[in-house]
DNA sequence: GTCTATAGCTGGATAGAC
DNA sequence: GTCTATCCAGCTATAGAC
């Protein structure tokens, strides 16, 4: 599953309108991101956007969805890794798609269809790395686990976000701090990272 | 903890404005904060956001100082009470101004007056905070503190603003986890928090 | 200070030719 | 599938009466 695809495939109008999309709405907003935009980034006539989503708060869903569908298969490879907690922490923390994440959920203030896709695609994300960290730290041996399950899940999806945002204002008093922090943690618990050979 | 809501208090068409926009932009994004509506919702005309305060992106930034000014000032109370640990995270745990703060950040995407405002803004409150947390770790006592001044910081900040916003989406799957694992800290360094009487 | 009026633009969305 | 043309709504911002 999930065959390492290099990622901006352009598979036709759709893919490319998803594409452009996808640039304005975190390069300049989601105001921004208006269906003649779009359709111009992409090389084509805005009247597709409405022939191919409907209207351009399906074009965002499916933008979301899309976006979503893979950041799930990147976590599921990362954390069927031999080291879960290290991959999962590197998973969530150098993703690219914080200013995006932040347009969706501003998006979702207003607007039902994204508020909705949003929670459910949260859930699914939160019960993957529940689960796979319960059962790390069940595995864990005969010391207590440091941390709870769902306490180290929110730990490490918490800071990460919070981090990376701070980061796009150039902010990183304490950051550091921070880091190793959790990095402590998962030391003590999966030991040192072995190198990704990324 | 809320005590009395800041309450709008009126003090002419400027401060109406900004409220009117505040709740605008809290409730339904800043695509929908134009001046037709901020005015309508003030009960003035439109004319005179630009009176006041020139275009629509100074309305922005003056709301945002206003805001930011006055959780500066609850902060600084906080940290001044007998449990300052305990106070500041109650301080940003509870405050509602979690969507109006997305929306600021949102906005900052493409408008540079404000994101150098939250820039400024934040790194204001990392400094007093850092401060004061440093200052409370030192008087701990004999004991070595269980984290680094940074990583307290940061960790409440963090962890308070994700949980705010996911249950702002109706999401809470490992919450209580996860502000145990932060009050377990707080009570390491402060004891039990004593009642705050509010 | 507050209003009306308006210029000038951009947006979502649809109809219909090809 | 892709385009042009178009309707209509809403926006920022300004000019100017009161």
């Keep these: 599953m999930s065959s390492g695809r290099p ?16 640039k304005i709405l975190a390069e300049e907003g989601y105001a921004a991101a208006s269906s003649r935009r779009v359709a111009a980034a992409a090389g084509l006539n805005a ?29 599921q490879e990362a954390l069927a890794s031999d080291q879960p907690l290290w991959s999962l922490w590197e998973a969530i923390h150098d993703r690219s798609s914080t200013a995006l994440t932040l347009e969706f959920i501003a998006l979702a203030n207003h607007r039902k269809a994204m508020r909705s896709e949003i929670t459910r695609s949260a859930l699914r994300f939160r019960r993957l790395q529940l ?13 207590p686990p440091p941390v709870s399950p769902g306490a180290l899940v929110l730990l490490m ?39 990704t050979a990324a």
Tied chains: 1, 2.
């Design 157 to 195: 999806s918490s800071v990460s976000r919070f981090l990376v945002m701070e980061r796009e204002f150039d902010i990183a008093v304490g950051h550091e701090d921070a880091v190793a922090m959790v990095e402590d943690i998962l030391v003590a618990i999966e030991g040192e990272r072995r190198s």
């Design 47 to 75: 009247a597709l956007v409405y022939y191919y989503f409907g209207t351009m708060d399906d074009l965002f869903v499916a933008l979301f969805r899309r976006g979503s569908e893979r950041s799930f298969q990147l976590q």
């Design 7 to 22: 990622v901006p495939v352009d598979e036709g109008s759709p893919a490319a309108l998803l594409d452009a999309a996808e």
């Design 131 to 143: 689960d796979a960290v319960t059962e790390v730290l069940d595995r864990h041996g005969q010391q």
